[in-house]
């Protein structure tokens, strides 16, 4: 089964609330951490929190991708 995310289906008007919120599961990281999240409209296959702590990351393929970027641009386009 296909898994979404409430931010995918937010800027696509799915229907549903989605699988998991991208930012519920990053603020349960620690810095430096990561955890497997597939969102099969993003493409993403795991949610990161940097060193830093301060930036949300996914990854796509085999690049890390900040995702406030990538939600803001999702909106703007929908």
Do not use: H
Request: proline residues 1%; contains cysteine; glycine residues 10%.
């Amino acid at each position: 089964m296909a898994e979404f995310s409430k931010q995918y289906c937010e800027t696509t008007d799915m229907g549903f609330d989605g699988d998991f919120d991208v930012y519920e599961e990053w603020s349960k990281l620690k810095p430096g951490y990561a955890v497997n999240y597939i969102c099969e409209g993003f493409g993403f296959t795991m949610i990161g929190k940097e060193e830093s702590g301060d930036r949300v990351m996914v990854l796509v393929g085999d690049k890390w991708v900040d995702f406030d970027e990538m939600f803001l641009k999702a909106k703007s386009e929908a």
